[in-house]
């Protein structure tokens, strides 16, 4: 199960780059990476299937009201500086970083820009697990629902708990002002 899993995250984050770094065919590139990989029929739907789940639309687009649109201004207002939540993360190795999180970023985001080591291999694109946190339950049960996709990824990672999310699709409200999350062990 242990590699199974591993060469499922592999096999995503080469989708996932190979989508970006290539001009051909989608398909053509699925149909010869299933014949050179796969060596049985359960490994090819499997295959098939995280193909199928891994998403090109960046959860990053919803989280920001400002990616919608581009808003003018002129010099004559003030600019106003973005509201932001303290937010406490823990590396696996001890190292705690309170960061200020700006409210409508993804907390991947938020890690990146406060020099926080949290992989993030998919760009916060929902198709790998290593941007895996590991939520307080309090916390874990006011979050928004987890859809099938997010399970999905979850299921790939390493130290899967009963309160992991994937931090490219927790985005920062005031609600989770003074949350800590856990990067959790990665056992690769």
């Known amino acids: 199960t242990t590699t199974r899993r591993h060469d499922d995250a592999t096999i995503i984050i080469l989708i996932n780059y190979l989508r970006h770094k290539t001009e051909g065919s989608l398909a053509t590139m699925i149909s010869n990476l299933t014949r050179r990989i796969c060596s049985s029929s359960a ?8 193909v199928s789940t891994t998403s ?7 989280c920001s009201s400002s990616a919608a649109a581009p808003v003018e201004t002129t010099t004559d207002e003030p600019t106003t500086k973005a509201e932001t939540v303290p937010i406490t993360y823990i590396e696996p190795h001890g190292a705690v970083h309170e960061v200020q999180a700006e409210i409508g ?4 985001t938020v890690a990146h820009e406060n020099n ?3 992989e993030g291999a998919c760009g916060g694109e929902l198709a790998c697990s290593t941007c895996h946190l590991v939520f307080e339950k309090e916390v874990y049960d006011r979050l928004p629902e987890k859809d099938e996709e997010e399970d999905d990824m979850l299921d790939l990672a390493w130290a899967l708990t009963d309160t992991s999310r994937l931090g490219c699709q927790i985005c920062v409200t005031k609600e989770l002002a003074g949350i800590t999350v856990q990067i959790p062990e990665d056992d690769v």
């Open 43 to 50: 490994a090819a739907n499997r295959f098939k299937k995280i």
């Open 105 to 108: 970023k993804n907390l991947l």
């Open 116 to 118: 926080v080591d949290l």
């Open 56 to 62: 090109s639309v960046s959860v990053r687009s919803l």
